[in-house]
């Protein structure tokens, strides 16, 4: 990616943000090659004074058309999941590493693909603003890149699901398993309980906010 044509989000980035202005800010962003392909930026969103921040991979499909996160399938489940585990949408600001969709085209459907690590790297300033005007309770990455990219590559999402790590981005840190694999698992009795596990995770960090 050369370096002259995509500088990263960082130029982007505006003095003194606060969430509107962060969010104004990055609809113009052309700070890595994602933006040319996407509709839209589909910025975080929640509360200033949101006690915990969920992190996921980048928007998908549903999430590209309508600029806002965690919309579609993956998100009505994680929300149903975080109502059953006794956390309110206020309580939670909801964003994710990459702020563009990143597909490749099969017929007429965009299948989601996987942010490499330059475009994450690139993407990075926009989700460390948000995490300065936050300052969230706890951090929450859903999924293996989220994860890998704020708690470092020995953070594993399969073994340490819903244990909270040392972290400068947060008093507590951890991370589960993106909404999205569950809607992937083989049958109903293995997604049945994906979500009760997911669903556990949640408590868990629940009962760290209060």
Known sequence: MPETAYPT???????GPTLPKLRRAAEGC????LHEGATQTVFGE???????????????DREDIEGHPFVGPAGRLLDRALEEAGIARSEAYITNVVKH?????????????RPDAEEIR???PWLDS?????KPQ???CLGATAAKALLGPSFKVTKQRAEFVDSDLAPLAT???HPSSILRAPDDEARHRAYADFVQDLRVIAGALH
């Open 175 to 177: 991370g589960t398993v």
């Open 46 to 60: 929640g509360s200033r004074q949101a006690k915990v921040m969920l992190v996921g991979e980048q928007p998908g």
């Open 122 to 124: 690139a993407c990075r």
């Open 30 to 33: 052309t700070g890595c090659p």
């Open 130 to 134: 948000e995490l300065a005007v936050v």
């Open 101 to 113: 969709f990143k597909y490749t085209m099969r017929g007429k459907r965009r299948i989601h693909q």
């Open 138 to 140: 706890v951090l929450v």
């Open 9 to 15: 989000a960082e130029p982007f980035v505006p003095e």
